[in-house]
């Protein structure tokens, strides 16, 4: 096995062309546990976090750029992008531990292709995007179009994600991300639930997404539950619709670590209860409340 | 901490000095059961059944031996075969688990295993040894076990304590019985019977460091093992009957030790990595994976029990019936035993009746767990006690109190109790604030006790002196808990001198005397006695020294803080240095051995009080206080008694809550990792707070009874009290996960 630690974007798409067996690593905090379980063995291992601009956090007027293999530690003691993005940053946050925070990062817990991924629907809520580099230059897709399923990316065996997009929060919005798992820390969500909401002039709902994490293969929007949302306060009525289309669009596997059932009703629970909290950062940020 | 009687004035039985083994441990030069290197020496690795059940048809290692860098493969057929040989039958078990002959009995029984120069060539070797099995069917828990018909996991298994013996064999190795008074005469006198029924999963020690081996073989049949063991006199022994030679012929070296619980207390790897160095002539390391830990190692058992208990209206149980059967694993030998002698022990109950079986399984041979079988059986009896409680209308401490055992009482299991504490833990939780404090939302408050023997048995102890007047404290027990720390403390207040100038090392085999393992709460009481009888022995030397150059009768001569005085003062005192010093012309080296054999047991006993949040809406519960209190007899060293009531306290919480192991229909393990097989982290629990309550054991000299154990007992039921008490539900399977409680919350509200 080899190790190659490219200091360009072109320096590793070409390696990435010529080296078919070749896998990309941020962190590594899932590779080498896979590499020491036996369950994968390329010939190169291409290390990322040599490249400048895999590890760096941008803001401009519009956007904030992240760069993939930037550490979530950095991330999260990112004091301006963790006030924008509370639950973006909570949810980078809650991967591994502590130690495993200064190596994790975005597009290593994305392209691990977990349905557990805590950072994954904290980014679609907020609309993120990858800007996804390979032989032919870049493009841009949507962090939701990145996973098709368990292990399995839209992207080629030649591309990877150099930095991602998430343009500025707007007014009166704010997000959140909530999971549960049996313990505190040290865990892989069992459900994840992430939501961002914006409010209109008058306190009520006027945008809403709301995305599962851990209970179908891949992320899930909840159109349903955003339309219930958009009008409306987050009232007993709403709130409980939210929970239901939550539990409805679920599509989980009975495991070691839940059942389908479980899954389903607590869903619903951390929908309600993720869309509560961005509300009432939304009302905080713009003194609402 | 609640003290029962004065303190007589010890100067550093009590104290709480730096441990002595700290700064190895925190700069990483601790040597570990995984980190010794020799010079020339192979990686080992073993081949593993992956299999619940099958009989070895054929194993071919002819690919494996062939293979670059492999020095030597070894399968069952490279040990005596202890059963044609009429070996007892303990000792069959021992060496057919240790390594499988005819037929493999769980996922992860050894089948072979290879030595290699890499590690990367021993996994591949590994990989190449070809097995035949022809799969059998199997039978994972008690109840598939016991069902008529089941497959047989040993066809010769004719249960003992059954009278007349049953005719057929079956899965069931033995029977228990317990029985006193009138069962109908006692359920009669009640005013409430409950009775349920419980199962709990098997869960494993969880020491952080896996088992690790290194064997050096001579040719001349001598061997050397260094490995990491609760006690490295008991490894010689199982090694010396696996490998068929004279436990002379091998001396064992115990590493520093990453945790045992009891799970290090049986062989795994030892008889391997010798019969691998033999074959390949050069020094052999065998360490195992978390999985094969979690696949081949531990667990202690998984349960199901029926508990019926009648009260009287004022809260005296007339009555109590216990049905039990433990999961023994691959081979006899489950706690159910010991299950039945404490289930009730902490209790004075005038008609009962205590049933056990011990029930042979396709899962790994369970080993000792903190307590072995008494968590179980307290999770069952403690539960329908806060119901029986609760039906009258009786507080938890109360009830308790009202049946307590004392002095005197005849005890469940058979002799009558000496001195012993459970109503000062008692009284203990119900005198401490935690016992009243404000409650909010959801949360719950749960009261369980728990009672464990504690052990005696065989230990040995050197203590020299330096020439500079410091003491060498020279044990072969095993330090899991801080018995270095406990021997230095009592050498210290025996022989006058500071604990700073007192170092208490571990020996190998063939350096002290005989000790058995470290385990059942033992090694302070016993090892600490003969540390006590050894000291005792060179103070009565000093003192003749001292008589000797002041040309006294040595009644003339006390020991005094750490120095001779004339009683009379007629001479100048002569400290311990002083007497080291000159040791050369007053009769040589001052050192002194004892060996003995402890009879002074004292019964421990736990009382705990934990409260907890459940979330209604997601099952999870969180601990949100807790609060333990133990009769340690004396502590010794108070830090480390915590340290061993906490860390009851934590495991057991983990087994309440979460921890189980997952099979899957073929009987393959689903959770060997820490990240679904999941103990408590440190973020997971509050301070658990401790009260140590201090009831001399009269039998031993600072009255010491032994504290490792009993602290596991009462958790599960002080958790499933609190959830009951939070929830109004009653849990009755472990572990009570988010999964199960949101279950039964919704079974609730239909």
């Not at chain 2, 068929?244 to 520093?256: D, F, R």
């Not at chain 2, 100038?501 to 090892?527: H, Q």
């Not at chain 2, 629990?685 to 000299?701: F, G, K, S, T």
């Amino acid at each position: 096995m080899k190790y190659v630690a490219p200091s360009s974007v072109e320096e590793a798409t070409s390696l990435l062309s010529t080296s078919p067996s070749a896998q990309v690593f941020a962190g590594a905090t899932d590779v080498v546990p896979q590499l020491r379980a036996g369950r994968s063995a390329p010939e190169v291992l291409v290390d990322l976090k040599k490249i400048q601009e895999l590890v760096s956090i941008v803001k401009d007027d519009t956007k904030w750029t992240v760069g993939a293999a930037t550490p979530t530690a950095n991330l999260t003691e990112d004091q301006a992008f963790s006030e924008e993005f509370q639950g973006l940053s909570e949810a980078a946050g809650l991967i591994g531990s502590d130690q495993i925070q200064n190596r994790s990062s975005l597009g290593g817990n994305l392209c691990n292709g977990s349905p557990a991924a805590d950072s994954v629907p904290a980014m679609v809520v907020n609309g993120v995007r990858a800007v996804i580099a390979g032989p032919n230059g870049t493009r841009v897709l949507d962090v939701a179009e990145v996973v098709t399923g368990p292990g399995q990316l839209s992207l080629e065996d030649d591309e990877f994600i150099v930095e991602f997009e998430i343009d500025r929060m707007p007014e009166r919005s704010g997000d959140a991300y909530l999971r549960m798992i049996p313990r505190t820390e040290m865990d892989i969500a069992v459900v994840g639930a992430g939501a961002r909401v914006t409010l209109a002039e008058d306190g009520s709902i006027e945008e809403a997404i709301v995305a599962l994490g851990a209970v179908a293969p891949t992320v899930v929007r909840v159109p349903e539950a955003e339309a219930a949302l958009v009008g409306n306060t987050p009232n007993e009525q709403t709130l409980s619709a939210v929970a239901g289309a939550a539990s409805e669009v679920c599509n989980p596997i009975d495991d070691k670590r839940g059942t389908i059932a479980y899954r389903k009703q607590v869903a619903g629970v951390l929908a309600k209860r993720a869309v509560l909290i961005a509300v009432e950062r939304a009302q905080q940020r713009n003194g609402m409340k | 901490m609640a003290i029962t009687e004065e303190n007589p004035g010890y100067k550093w039985v009590g104290t709480r000095p730096i441990r002595p083994d700290g700064l190895e441990k925190v700069t990483g030069k601790a040597q570990f059961g995984a980190d010794l290197m020799l010079p020339g020496m192979l990686f080992g690795k073993v081949v593993r059944s992956p299999h619940a059940h099958a009989r070895i048809v054929s194993i071919d290692t002819t690919a494996a031996e062939a293979m670059v860098g492999v020095k030597a493969v070894i399968t069952g057929s490279d040990f005596p075969d202890l059963a044609a040989n009429g070996a007892h039958a303990s000792d069959i078990d021992v060496a057919s688990n240790a390594i499988a002959r005819e037929k493999v009995l769980y996922e992860g029984h050894v089948v072979a295993a290879v030595a290699a120069t890499t590690r990367d060539q021993a996994e591949a070797a590994a990989k190449a040894v070809e097995v035949t099995y022809e799969v059998l069917p199997h039978v994972l828990t008690v109840d598939e076990a016991m069902a008529d018909g089941a497959p047989l996991l040993h066809e010769g298994m004719i249960t003992k304590g059954v009278d007349p013996a049953p005719e057929n064999p079956s899965n069931v190795a033995s029977k228990i019985l317990h029985e006193r008074g009138d069962l109908d005469q006692g359920f009669g006198e009640a005013h409430v019977v409950v009775e349920r029924e419980f199962t709990t999963k098997p869960v494993h020690q969880g020491y952080i460091e896996p088992h690790a081996a290194v064997a050096d073989a001579n040719t001349d049949g001598r061997a050397h093992i260094w490995c990491s063991s609760q006690g490295h006199f008991q490894m010689r022994a199982y090694s010396a009957t696996v490998l068929g030679v004279s436990p002379g012929n091998l001396k064992v070296t115990a590493a520093e030790i990453g945790g045992g619980f009891g799970g290090k207390t049986v062989i795994y790897l030892e008889p391997l990595a010798v019969r691998l160095s033999q074959r390949a002539g050069r020094p052999v390391k065998l360490v195992m994976d978390r999985d094969e830990v979690f696949r081949a190692t531990g667990p202690t058992s998984g349960t199901r029990i029926r508990v019926k208990m009648g009260v009287s209206e004022d809260g005296k149980i007339t009555a109590a019936e216990v049905w039990m059967a433990y999961e023994a694993g691959a081979f006899s030998g489950s706690p159910v035993g010991a299950a039945g002698m404490t289930a009730i022990a902490c209790y004075d109950i005038p008609n009962f009746v205590v049933e056990g079986y011990d029930v042979v399984c396709n899962k790994p041979r369970v080993a000792a767990y903190r307590a072995p079988g008494a968590p179980m059986a307290a999770f069952a009896v403690e539960s329908v006690l806060d119901e029986l409680a609760r039906d009258i209308g009786m507080d938890p401490i109360d009830i308790r109190l009202a049946n307590a055992a004392v002095e005197g009482t005849q005890a469940s299991y058979g002799p009558k109790f000496p001195r012993i504490g459970f109503v000062e833990t008692l009284e203990a939780i119900k005198d401490h604030p935690n016992y009243t404090a404000d409650l909010g939302p959801n949360q719950g408050r749960g009261v369980s006790a728990g009672f464990w023997f504690n052990a005696g048995m065989m230990s040995s102890a050197t203590v020299h002196i330096n020439e500079n007047g410091s003491a060498t404290v020279v044990t072969g027990s095993p330090d899991i808990g801080g018995s270095r720390q406990s021997m230095a403390l009592m050498a210290a207040e025996e022989l006058g001198i500071p604990y700073e100038s007192i170092k208490a090392v571990v020996a190998d085999t063939e350096t002290v005397g005989f000790n058995d393992v470290t385990g059942g709460s033992r090694v302070t009481l016993a090892t600490g006695a003969a540390v006590v009888d050894a000291c005792r022995i060179i103070v009565e030397d000093l003192r003749a020294r001292a008589a000797k150059t002041w040309d006294v009768e040595v009644d003339q001569v006390e020991w005094v803080e750490g120095q001779a005085q004339h009683v009379e003062g007629t001479q100048p005192p002569l400290s311990l240095n002083d007497l080291a010093a000159k040791s050369g012309r007053t009769g040589g080296p001052i050192s002194a051995n004892a060996s003995l054999n402890s009879r002074g047991v004292g019964a421990g006993f736990s009382t705990q009080l934990c409260d907890v949040e459940v979330d209604p809406e997601t099952g999870v519960t969180r601990v949100v206080r807790y609060l333990t209190a133990q009769d340690a007899g004396r502590a010794i060293s108070p830090d480390y008694v915590e340290g061993q009531m906490q860390g009851g306290v934590v495991q057991g919480i983990g087994w309440a809550l979460n921890e189980e192991y997952i099979h899957n229909p073929d009987g393959v393990m689903e959770n060997p990792s820490f990240l679904d097989y999941r103990i408590p982290v440190a973020s997971d629990l509050p301070m658990i707070d401790c009260a140590i309550v201090e009831v001399p054991n009269p039998a031993h000299p600072y009255g010491v009874r032994g504290v490792g154990e009993v602290g596991i007992v009462p958790p599960m039921a002080a958790v499933g009290n609190a959830i009951r008490d939070a929830i109004d539900v009653r849990m009755t399977d472990l572990p009570m996960s988010p999964v199960r409680i949101l279950e039964a919350l919704n079974e609730q509200s239909d």
